[in-house]
């Protein structure tokens, strides 16, 4: 039975790492990427409405409404579907917008499958990642909600299964547009493709995030802050910043760095998750 009024995760992402091997002719950057989640995110509330309205509360900062991306993925999934049916969602806002965490691309994911279940459109999760291609090349790992290897722009995904170790998330505070840095003359895009085995467990830190050297050159913040975050343990930029993590084996040692960070800077620790936080909580919703 579809409960009348349910809160789903939406939980944030890290790139483990971040490679740009080509650009297509449309100006579109090539990349492999590794996606894992964390246990950590905003989450959003469903409700459902007697009229035929979608409506966000509370609004977000410097976001009109009809640009939202929850917003934004509930009418594209209500045109596809052919229903009229409204909804009230309300966003419980945690994560930090543009700081590569991939916040918006999950309110935009969680949504699609949210509305799925309430709205019962019946759409499989092919149709539901592909609509959410559309909203932006990381929709579809949040719809599938299993930790992938990423190529292409990021959409094709084989599922893998790197260790669930802790992180340290700091936002340096400054505020980066990806467009800014997929414009830079000086970032590199030639790094070799590199193959790995389906269902990859393994450690990436071998690997390396390609946007790190350019965000740091235009943004001495996040240098300073991914320095002295290195000094405990692997550390590197998720997507195209501005949030930079470090790697424990531990909460205990994950929490005893972010006890002795520096005062000022924002962020948070949490685990590293291969299964979505929301495909657990819809799973036990259905
Ligand atoms: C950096 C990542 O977060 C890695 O997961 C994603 O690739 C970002 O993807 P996204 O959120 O869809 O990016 P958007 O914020 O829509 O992209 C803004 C702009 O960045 C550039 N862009 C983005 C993704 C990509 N693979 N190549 C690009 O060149 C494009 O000019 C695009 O207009
Ligand atoms: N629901 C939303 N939450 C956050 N940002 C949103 C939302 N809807 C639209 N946006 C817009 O999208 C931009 C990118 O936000 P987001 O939090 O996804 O960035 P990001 O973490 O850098 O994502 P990515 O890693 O995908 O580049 C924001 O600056 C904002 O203008």
Sequence with gaps: MTAATFTLPSPAKLNLFLHITGRRSD???ELQ???????????????????????????????PEDQNLAVRAAELLRRTAGIHRGVSLT??????????????????????????????????????????LALGADVPVFVRGHAAFGEGVGEKLTPANPPE?????????VEISTAEIFS????????PRITIA??????????????????????PEVKTSLDWLSTFGPARLTGTGACIFGRFPTEAEARRVWASKPSGINGFVAKGVNLSPLNKKLTELE
């Excluded at 990427?33 to 900062?61: E, K, M, N, W």
């Excluded at 830079?184 to 790094?191: A, I, K």
Aim: proline share 4%; aromatic share 10%.
């Design 91 to 132: 966003l419980d806002k945690r994560l930090p917008m543009g700081g590569g965490l991939g916040g918006g691309s999950s309110n935009a994911a969680t949504t699609l499958l949210g509305l799925n279940h309430l709205w019962k459109t019946g759409l499989d999760v092919n149709e539901l990642a592909e609509l959410g």
């Design 198 to 219: 389906p269902a990859f467990e393994g450690d990436a830190s071998g690997y390396r995030n390609d946007c790190e050297d350019v965000v740091k050159q235009l943004y």
């Design 27 to 29: 100006g579109y950057h």
């Design 184 to 191: 830079q003359p000086g970032l590199t895009r030639n790094t």
């Design 33 to 63: 990427t590794l996606f894992q989640f964390l246990d950590y995110g905003d989450s959003l509330t469903f409700q459902g409405r007697q009229d035929d309205r979608i409506v966000l509360t509370p609004a977000l900062a410097d976001v």
């Design 165 to 173: 170790d802790w992180f340290v998330v700091l936002k340096p505070e």
